[in-house]
Every structure is written in structure tokens, then in C-alpha cells.
């Protein structure tokens, strides 16, 4: 009996010295996680998250759990969100020049069909005024002129690099030149039916 006791004895302290030893293997990943956050800082510093954003965002979502699976001590887990950071920021930072080639021609074609519309919209605007259409005529020269003087910092960002904010400016203009033009086109449509009739 006295043997029985301490066998089952040693039994249990060999099963928690095996527990202790299993948890003690078990380690925060913390090379990874600080590999996964220099290579997402990296991916930032080429611009990736202006470039590059659905990339960007999942390498940054990734790290973000692989952060909270070490608040959790799910380690294994964290270890490999932070191994799928690694690639997922270097594809975002491997994409930023060909990104912003292809947004910069965009943005060019954007600006020509800008100054295109404004032109268009001047036209429109005169016309109106001569035909005696009922427009609020300081009100639409007064944007058309802020459009002109905003132009000019978009085609500085253009040519200074910062495509993304030239090209954003671009898209928000030509929402709003569009918006201008469709409201004189149907305050003029009324005029134009009246001299169609016989």
C-alpha cells in the first residue's frame, strides 16, 4: 500500500511537471508580431495604404488579430496571422508603383475631362443667360470660379507626387461639376421644348 501511495504521488508529479513543461513551450510569439509590425510600418512608409489599401488593410487586420490572439494566449494562432502579415504587407508595398502609375494616368484623363466640363458648363451658363432660363447665374459663376481656383493646388499635388490626394480632389470635383451641369441641362429642357413646338 505504501508503494501504491507513492507511485500514485509520483504520477501526479510527473503529470504536472508535463503540464508546466507544455506550458512553458508555449510562448508569445513576439519575434513575429515584431517582424509583422515592422513590415506593415514599412508598407506605410512606401505609401501602401494610400496605394495599395484592400492589401494594406488585411495586413493591418492580420496584425491587429494576431495581437489580440497574444492578449488571449492563443499563441499558435497569433503566430501564424503574424507569418500571414509578412506577406500581406510585402505584396501592398510590392503593388505602390504600378498603382500609382496607373492612378496618375487616371488622374490626368480625370483633369482633361474636368477642364472639358467647365468649359462645357461656361457654355451652358452663357447660353442660358442669353435664352433668359431662369438660373441662379451668381451662384453657378461663383463655383465654377472656386473650381478654378481649386484646380490649381490638385495640378501641384499631380506634379509633386501626391497622386492620391490630386486624384481624390479630381473625383470630388467632377461629382460636383456633373451635379452643376444635369441642374442647368434640365432648367434649360423647358426652353428648348418651347421652341421645338410648331
Same mark, same amino acid.
Given at each position: 500500500m505504501f508503494h501504491r501511495e507513492i507511485g500514485g504521488r509520483i504520477a501526479v508529479v510527473v503529470a504536472i511537471l508535463s503540464l508546466l513543461t507544455l506550458a512553458g513551450c508555449? #510562448?508569445?510569439p513576439t519575434k513575429?508580431? !515584431? /517582424?509583422a509590425d515592422k513590415a506593415v510600418s514599412e508598407a506605410r512608409q #512606401? !505609401? /501602401?495604404?494610400?496605394y495599395s489599401q484592400d492589401l494594406y488593410a488585411k495586413a493591418? !487586420? /492580420?496584425?491587429?488579430?494576431? #495581437?489580440?490572439?497574444?492578449a488571449a494566449k492563443k499563441y499558435k494562432e497569433a503566430k501564424a496571422a503574424a507569418e500571414s502579415v509578412l506577406g500581406l504587407a510585402q505584396e501592398a508595398a510590392g503593388a505602390v508603383e504600378a498603382n500609382k502609375a496607373k492612378m496618375k494616368t487616371e488622374a490626368e484623363q480625370a483633369l482633361a475631362r474636368l477642364?472639358?466640363?467647365m468649359k462645357e458648363l461656361k457654355i451652358s451658363v452663357a447660353t442660358a443667360i442669353k435664352k433668359k432660363v431662369q438660373i441662379d447665374r451668381e451662384e453657378l459663376q461663383a463655383a465654377i470660379g472656386k473650381w478654378e481656383i481649386d484646380l490649381l493646388p490638385i495640378k501641384e499635388q499631380l506634379q509633386g507626387g501626391k497622386i492620391r490626394q490630386g486624384y481624390d480632389g479630381l473625383t470630388q470635383m467632377e461629382t460636383q461639376v456633373a451635379a452643376k451641369q444635369a441642374a442647368l441641362k434640365a432648367a434649360m429642357e423647358p426652353d428648348q421644348e418651347k421652341h421645338t413646338k410648331p
Open positions: 508555449s #510562448k508569445p513575429e508580431i !515584431e /517582424a #512606401k !505609401e /501602401a495604404d494610400l493591418d !487586420e /492580420a496584425l491587429k488579430s494576431a #495581437k489580440d490572439f497574444v477642364e472639358e466640363a
